[in-house]
């Protein structure tokens, strides 16, 4: 079973950074495709970011994309999602998700994953 804890979420300017990390235990971290994923109040939880689980291939929403960087340490069982520029509408709780796989792909969708951290709140002020 793999246990997935969120971190670095907080208050932040509209304009300023975050970075978010997620720290995995109780499996092979190379095993595992991840992906970030948010949900803003009264809405559905939405896709962000993934990263496969070797050779660190990417993909974004639109949103995001220019603005936020999924990376990983495999050393370090660490998934990090750095954020920039971030606007009033980033705002959101902001799930870490992780999937075993031997596939070298990413997944988008929260359907793919077999388990999810217990989210960070981001709080971006106008």
């Known amino acids: 079973q793999v246990q997935l804890v969120e971190s670095g979420g907080g208050l932040v300017q509209a304009g300023g950074s975050l970075t978010l990390s997620c720290a995995a235990s109780?499996?092979?971290?190379?095993?595992?495709?991840m992906g970030w994923f948010r949900q803003a109040p009264g809405k559905d939880r939405e896709f962000v970011a993934a990263?496969?689980?070797?050779?660190?291939?990417?993909y974004y929403v639109d949103s995001v994309k220019g603005r936020f960087t999924i990376s990983r340490d495999n050393a370090k069982n660490t998934v990090y999602l750095s954020m920039s520029t971030l606007k009033p509408e980033d705002t959101a709780v902001y799930y870490c998700?992780?999937?075993?796989?031997?596939?070298?792909?990413?997944?988008?969708?929260?359907?793919?994953?077999?388990?999810w951290g217990q989210g960070t709140q981001v709080t971006v002020s106008s």
């Open positions: 998700a992780a999937k075993r796989t031997i596939s070298t792909s990413f997944f988008r969708t929260s359907n793919a994953y077999d388990y």
């Open positions: 990263i496969s689980r070797i050779s660190s291939i990417t």
């Open positions: 109780g499996g092979t971290f190379s095993d595992l495709a």
